[in-house]
């Protein structure tokens, strides 16, 4: 049966077989939950699971370790977590317990957490290998190496213990970059979301509005649907677009501004992450739809070579020419187009990469280069492919029309065998098309 992430106990089975077959019959591989964080005082931010841990175990529990043995006769799967305490579970909530862990999530064994400490040397004796992810969560790197030492204190003894400690994303990270059945659902219910808040965004937006205020728009939306926000929402009005992480979401839109808004949601623990520029009042003036048509332009380009055996830079590459042709069109730039590809100063309009993986995490694991070559793409990948262009406001080498402009359009694009899929369509992207939605 599927569990509370719409995935079920034998997908998540299957995933760990497999990630035990890539590391072999003697390695053993550790897992630590992501710790709980205090937000002022007494205060926690909202619990957010390990992404790795969530991928193999549906479980969404802090305070767990999930051990995996290849091999290992006595079970290969094991789950340490916190015990039931009626006491606890009545000020934060019921927790699975040791005994639920095995029959709700398919454990081969699960423990207490706090026998962690007397269980966790004894699996270690014996494997030649640790795969672990080192220095991601130091208190626990402290508590591993104090394992690994007691082990190694019986080796005049018989003790064997582990020598070789390999990083755990080699395995995981190629694993989670290509997405199945059950994870394309939920990420296309991720999109659909986020398309739906951007909609009410831009429906809601009139001159003068406050960017936080488009935010609870937005926001609201996600919790409407279960789904919370991926990352920090981005909404920036007028220069403020041009601050590539800007975060404030406290300005006032003016007639004639543009907002930009970079947000998704996050369901059942998958990101989408969608990012749409659209005149406050409804209508681009000339210089605004001018840049705006530049970027649509980069888009197609890009999703042109969004396809199978196609190299993952190429989508780059394609959109920064499409963006220098433009800037060279409409006089931002002069010279000659190779040139400023060459020399890399068309970054002073657009500073960042074209894209990044998308999964459980907005930038999600997985390798871009393989052997020092741009790695190709395959069916299962799913990937944002987000062009822009930024004037900043000072910048008076350019005439002042285009000063201020920031822009940006970011769709999630998932490889299929035939081509590509755009998860997010369906949302207003062209100018043409903002301001006829925004005219309804």
């Not at 590391?23 to 939950?33: C, E, Q, R």
């Not at 991601?136 to 204190?153: K, Y």
Request: hydrophobic share 40%.
């Amino acid at each position: 049966m599927p569990g509370a992430t719409g995935i079920t106990a034998a997908s998540y089975q299957k995933r760990r077989r497999q990630l035990m077959r890539l590391a072999g019959d003697d390695a053993i591989l550790v897992l630590a939950s992501a710790p709980e964080r205090i937000r002022s005082r007494d205060t926690h931010y909202s619990y957010r699971p390990d992404s790795d841990l969530w991928y193999l175990t549906g479980f969404a529990e802090p305070d767990s370790v999930l051990v995996l043995v290849p091999g290992r006769a006595h079970g290969e799967a094991l789950l340490f977590c916190r015990e039931r305490d009626p006491e606890r579970e009545g000020w934060d909530g019921p927790r699975v317990g040791p005994e639920g862990a095995v029959e709700a999530l398919g454990m081969d064994d699960a423990y207490p957490i706090d026998d962690l400490d007397e269980i966790l040397p004894g699996l270690l004796e014996g494997r030649s290998r640790v795969y672990y992810h080192f220095g991601r969560d130091t208190e626990f790197d402290l508590q591993l190496i104090g394992w690994l030492n007691r082990v190694r204190a019986q080796v005049r003894v018989g003790a064997q213990p582990p020598h070789e400690f390999l990083e755990l994303g080699h395995l995981l990270d190629e694993m989670r970059l290509f997405k199945d059945a059950g994870e394309l659902k939920l990420m296309r219910r991720a999109a659909k979301i986020s398309v739906e808040a951007h909609a009410a965004a831009m429906r809601a937006a009139r001159p003068g509005i406050h960017e936080y205020a488009l935010q609870a728009e937005l926001e609201y939306v996600f919790r409407r649907n279960d789904a919370s926000p991926a990352y920090e929402s981005i909404v920036g009005a007028g220069a403020n677009a041009c601050v590539l992480h800007y975060r404030a979401n406290n300005a006032q839109a003016r007639d004639g501004d543009l907002v930009l808004i970079d947000a998704g949601a996050e369901y059942r623990g998958y990101a989408a992450d969608i990012t749409r520029t659209f005149p406050v009042n409804g209508r681009f003036t000339p210089a605004q739809r001018a840049l705006h048509d530049v970027v649509e332009s980069a888009q197609q380009a890009a999703l042109a070579q969004a396809r199978p055996d196609v190299a993952y830079e190429a989508g780059h590459n394609a959109a920064v020419e499409a963006l220098t042709e433009g800037l060279l069109r409409l006089g931002l730039l002069k010279g000659k187009l190779a040139k400023h590809i060459a020399d890399g100063s068309y970054k002073r309009y657009y500073r960042h990469k074209t894209g990044h993986w998308l999964g459980l995490d907005v930038h999600d694991v997985g390798d871009y280069r393989i052997d020092g070559e741009s790695r190709l793409l395959e069916p299962g990948m799913v990937y944002t492919i987000e062009p822009g262009l930024y004037v900043p406001v000072d910048d008076t080498s350019v005439d002042a029309k285009w000063r201020g402009i920031g822009i940006r359009t970011e769709d999630d694009v998932l490889i299929t065998k035939a081509g590509h899929e755009v998860l997010t369509a369906g949302l207003a992207r062209t100018a043409d098309e903002i301001e006829d939605f925004m005219a309804r």
